[in-house]
């Protein structure tokens, strides 16, 4: 980290209270819940008091100060253990908020949610994702730093640490995330890993034997163990973290449901109330009253109360530094600091993706030049597949280890850890993230996208070769039903461009979207020019819009994508047939079915015949279809095969959907 | 390993024209093709040589062999590697099957597909999977050998060797499979890891520093470094890793593209054709005429015919061995090394589901135990929630590195590397493995399902906590898009039993299934007793059924799952004021949609309106319940909060329902 601890400590005598009443605080909540999981709150109240006493230089009255240390406890399920120390620490998680535990509508859900209570960083639970997020969170401050320079990076740097479990150790997600960390020397980042040798199936040792400390070390990370439950042990191990270049693990040996006579060390302490009678007895052995519940007395107050003064200090320090600054350098740090996106110059972006027949990841990867000529604060880059995704921001460098001012990022063929660390990117509240590798591998990292949809985080997917027609990769390659799984993850955007104004469009909405994320989905292969009569923003604001059409029409054909091309061809061969055909293009499904039912009418007139028409999984396209709807896609796997051969075999070339929906009108 | 080469090596400089011809014939495949990956077969053919001339125990003219030892390719883009060594070897590959690579309907598709290519022994290409199939592949010989003791445990017990690449390496999914590997003591697997310092974006050094075999070490691996172009040290590594009693990664330091004067030790020879001058350069360079391509001259056919002579007599003597045993313990050995399913007793199955209101989760366990004592070849477990999802084999103990005789499998906390495993035990064709955590979790083992459905292996998820109703964990563990964007994977289907009958029929259906996967999704909580005329298995065969049913039906109300108990209720209240319901319950929407059409319309009789029920999303049931259907379920995320509460705020309840569809008709 070398970085120094931001303050004298309080010695671990006196924090002594304060550990009781996080503990106490968590037991009583999950008794009064009869739910949660009181076992590891306990065993890590030490390590949260050490850490919010006297490591964490944070602001409980302003918890989103930008240079605040980040604090990720990756094993959400132990939330009781984030909500009893933010209430301590004075955040406003009142003892009202603590009784509400798992209720609904309070502060206190079951695992922590960002956005949701003061003080969260972010939404933990599935196990693994925590530590992605702190790694990204430990980037985006060195990322900032850098490319701020000496004197404002300073003001921009943060620390991050992290609590996790045995379980997000095992899980991928984590290794990914972790080696990516200890590639990019993250020395900022400082991860305590409760080693408490229980799971909820029992000891640890039924299915993990492995040496995590010399694992970490193998991904160059500096590695300690300690006694988890030796207050001045624990904190010369983060003095000694801190002084390493490198990202810190420090594995603590805990006692899990400590002090509880009946089940300390037991996974009955894991997941399930401790039970009314040894509640009593935890709190008869620690000296603590067994009424009232939520009790915390003075002594548990004061080493947070005489922590505030330094924290005020420091916030003011920082405070009066920036406001110090000549106003073109504060202008500076405060644009790295929070993101705001300047109005897109959509013809900018229209004209750079060219005018002639090119395949969509191409076409996407002009478009992003100027978006991030425009938008600063992008930053991101794809799972080893920069030269097939496109997505390299030219004229930057990539982050590396000796310099972080980049923006540029090879995340290594590490689709997960990709997602868990654009999250941490995203949380930072300082940059807006891409990441892209080929659409079959959204499946690589699905964990990761949800969250991010459930944390409403500005996060951009650029997905590449996008149907089976990629041609001769094969099956293992070829998405099927990945268009629609990922449009049914609620709050996220799916946008499938069809020509160089869609992809400008694609990213304007990506950028401009301030509730979620986004995927552009793109071809591998050369898509045809649209002609159609106009293109401003406005044409594609509703998700889709007409693009040809015959007066009166009979059928209506949508289709997206790289088949919109195809389902003009299909029009123009069965308008020569007398058909009158309005042909749709639908770049944003999720958009379109949030327009109002007059709008999507103007789109899909009533009572007019529909046809859709992707290569993909067709039966939730009944639902805009309608019960007599064409579905005209793809429902097996897919083949290896030139695309040419793939198009005759599938009968999806502009004669066959053609003559598909001819024969069914 | 702790086994001896089966038999006494080819020397090395014997092995010059196999390695150039396996190169070559890689290369030439890639350029007549004009798509694939050329310059890793280029640097594996020495491996690949050295392993299938020297070192499997295999029978080319019967792929199938349940002893022979297998070999997985798990950089399944390196697929010329295979198909050229196959050929070489004996398999049904011929030339003009290498000359067909990658073309529609051939034997050589752009990656490896299991049960299409004889001698492929899984599909590959998605990375880090072929690591976690061999892994768990070579549980299965541990499993077997176990299982029949040892005198037939011989018989049984194969090696398994894998290669893999960087890309393999980094995959979170393979880092947890080597550490289920590590912790099992899997000493009959080599994975030779292909260390040629380069990905699609370049030099591995820009995404990826650790020092890979400390961290295998660290998961208790015994591990080598090894210059891959070294034909003796190679053979003395393997020597080596089959005295050690661990699993054994061998790093095998190559150069991507050797020979290539212009591309060798290049990322530009990763993943596209040489170019004709390349390939005559990289030719002439190797001695190795120009023309023809595809040459294969007899001094590189003949280590592969002299060595048939022992893999015959290998073979011969193993036949033998096995028609020599005593009749009861020939059948037993038979029994072990493939799975025949014996009609299970559904009355059986349906009385061990007990006929109280109890969660599907805790009545499925009830009936697996009844499947696991008919079918004893049912092996697997939980990752780490075996107590939650309720998935343990009574009476029988849990596979440990001491002890490989149990049929329960404590995965740990690794969804991911657990997926990657059940298909290799199922690829075994040994056993019908099982894998169980929470429904939401799925979303962390997709890829592994997806593979599991693309290879049609009969693999069981029992995938519990099913819906926003598991209730105070909220949304982070609430499955909302899961159970849709489970059935949209082309192949895998999905059961969602309302009760103890359709538990019982669950189990049947995935146990006698022979072409995919199915998973079992079960409740967290309590469900009523369904109350229906008849519970045959026949009553289920169709996916969905009529549960009760008013005269001249004008609605019908389709439910599954936790949602049927519900929906009986609504109709009762609908029917108290009038109203003439059908309630359908739909156990398995796959199924129902493969019926036929007068099947479904025995069902759902047209011109009846539809009402749809279940809680997730709602948008693919419009293909069920038409333009004009009632569709009830939840499109956004969950929140924490006790299932009571949650049935309220969502509109769930009985009454809620029936005023849903009471306002609706």
């Known amino acids: 980290m070398t970085s120094e601890a931001p303050f004298s400590p309080i010695p671990t005598r006196?924090?002594?209270?304060?550990?009781?009443?996080?503990?106490?605080?968590?037991?009583?909540?999950?008794?009064?819940?009869q739910s949660g999981h009181p076992g590891t709150p306990m065993g890590l109240a030490g390590?949260?008091?050490?850490?919010?006493v006297n490591q964490l230089r944070h602001q409980p009255k302003d918890p989103s100060w930008p240079a605040r240390d980040r604090f990720v406890l990756s094993c959400g399920h132990a939330s009781m253990l984030l909500?009893?120390?933010?209430?301590?620490?004075?955040?406003?998680?009142?003892?009202?908020?603590?009784?509400?535990?798992?209720?609904w509508g309070s502060r206190t859900p079951g695992h922590p949610e960002v956005g949701h209570t003061p003080g969260v960083e972010t939404t933990t639970g599935p196990l693994g994702q925590g530590i992605g997020n702190a790694v990204g969170l430990a980037l985006?401050?060195?990322?900032?730093?850098?490319?701020?320079?000496?004197?404002?990076?300073?003001?921009?740097?943060?620390?991050?640490?992290?609590?996790?479990?045995?379980?997000?150790?095992?899980?991928?997600?984590?290794?990914?995330?972790?080696?990516?960390?200890?590639?990019?020397?993250?020395?900022?980042?400082?991860?305590?890993?409760?080693?408490?040798?229980i799971t909820i199936?029992?000891?640890?040792?039924?299915?993990f034997t492995e040496d995590v400390p010399a694992r970490f070390a193998a991904m160059g990370w500096h590695v300690q163990r300690v006694d988890g439950h030796d207050g001045d042990a624990l904190r010369a191990a983060i003095a000694e973290a801190r002084r390493s270049e490198l990202p810190s693990l420090i594995a603590a040996r805990t006692k899990i449901g400590i002090g509880s006579p009946g089940k300390e060390g037991k996974s009955a302490a894991h997941g399930a109330p401790l039970g009314a009678e040894e509640v009593k007895k935890t709190k008869e052995a620690a000296g603590w009253p067994v009424e009232p519940t939520f009790y915390v007395p003075e002594e548990a107050k004061r080493p947070f109360v005489t922590r505030q003064k330094d924290l005020d200090a420091a916030y003011d320090a920082w405070k009066k530094a920036v406001s110090s600054l000549e106003p073109s350098e504060r202008a500076k740090l405060e644009a790295a600091l929070s993101v705001t996106v300047p109005s897109l110059p959509f013809e900018e972006l229209l004209a750079a993706g060219?005018?002639?027949?090119?395949?969509?990841?191409?076409?996407?990867?002009?478009?992003?030049?100027v978006v991030a000529a425009k938008v600063p604060n992008l930053v991101g880059g794809a799972a080893d597949l920069t030269s097939s995704v496109k997505v390299g921001i030219s004229g930057s460098g990539s982050v590396s280890a000796s310099d972080y001012s980049g923006r540029n990022i090879h995340f290594g063929i590490r689709e997960h850890g990709m997602g868990a660390v654009l999250n941490g990117l995203a949380l930072s509240g300082r940059y807006i993230p891409f990441g892209?590798?080929?659409?079959?591998?959204?499946?690589?990292?699905?964990?990761?996208?949800?969250?991010?949809?459930?944390m409403k985080q500005r996060v951009i997917y650029v997905m590449t070769h996008d149907s089976v027609f990629l041609g001769e990769d094969g099956a293992t390659h070829q998405p099927i039903e990945h268009l629609w799984s990922l449009r049914m993850i609620p709050g996220l955007d799916v946008v499938r461009p069809a020509d160089a104004a869609e992809c400008a469009w694609a990213w304007t909405h990506a950028v401009e979207r301030q509730d979620g994320p986004t995927?552009?989905?793109?071809?591998?292969?050369?898509?045809?020019?649209?002609?159609?009569?106009?293109?401003?923003?406005?044409?594609?604001?509703?998700?889709?819009?007409?693009?040809?059409?015959?007066?009166?029409?009979?059928?209506?054909?949508?289709?997206?994508?790289?088949?919109?091309?195809?389902?003009?061809?299909?029009?123009?061969?069965?308008?020569?047939?007398?058909?009158?055909?309005?042909?749709?293009?639908?770049?944003?499904?999720?958009?379109?079915?949030?327009?109002?039912?007059?709008?999507?009418?103007?789109?899909?007139?009533?009572?007019?015949?529909?046809?859709?028409?992707?290569?993909?999984?067709?039966?939730?396209?009944?639902?805009?279809?309608?019960?007599?709807?064409?579905?005209i896609g793809l429902d097996d796997f897919g083949a290896s095969a030139p695309m040419e051969r793939l198009a005759e075999e599938y009968k999806v070339t502009p004669a066959h959907v053609a003559a598909r929906i001819q024969s069914a009108l």
Chains 1, 2 share one sequence.
């Open 14 to 33: 006196d924090l002594e209270s304060a550990i009781k009443a996080v503990r106490f605080l968590s037991v009583d909540a999950v008794e009064k819940a």
């Open 47 to 52: 390590i949260a008091v050490e850490l919010f």
């Open 83 to 103: 909500y009893s120390i933010l209430h301590l620490s004075g955040y406003d998680v009142t003892l009202d908020d603590l009784r509400d535990f798992r209720q």
């Open 140 to 197: 985006a401050s060195k990322m900032s730093e850098a490319q701020l320079g000496d004197k404002l990076g300073k003001l921009a740097a943060y620390d991050v640490f992290c609590i996790c479990s045995d379980g997000d150790v095992m899980e991928g997600v984590a290794y990914e995330a972790a080696s990516i960390a200890g590639h990019l020397k993250l020395g900022n980042l400082i991860v305590i890993y409760d080693d408490n040798h």
């Open 201 to 207: 199936d029992g000891d640890t040792s039924i299915a």
């Open 354 to 369: 060219g005018k002639a027949a090119a395949a969509t990841r191409v076409i996407s990867g002009k478009v992003q030049q």
């Open 436 to 454: 892209s590798t080929f659409l079959i591998f959204t499946d690589y990292m699905r964990p990761s996208m949800r969250l991010a949809a459930l």
């Open 519 to 631: 995927v552009i989905v793109a071809s591998r292969q050369d898509l045809p020019v649209l002609g159609r009569k106009t293109t401003s923003k406005a044409t594609f604001d509703k998700g889709a819009y007409v693009l040809s059409d015959d007066a009166n029409p009979e059928l209506v054909l949508i289709a997206t994508g790289s088949e919109v091309g195809v389902a003009e061809e299909a029009a123009t061969i069965l308008r020569k047939s007398g058909r009158r055909i309005r042909v749709v293009s639908m770049p944003c499904v999720d958009l379109f079915l949030r327009q109002s039912e007059s709008d999507r009418e103007a789109i899909l007139p009533k009572g007019v015949r529909r046809a859709t028409f992707e290569l993909g999984v067709t039966l939730p396209w009944a639902a805009i279809a309608g019960s007599d709807g064409i579905l």
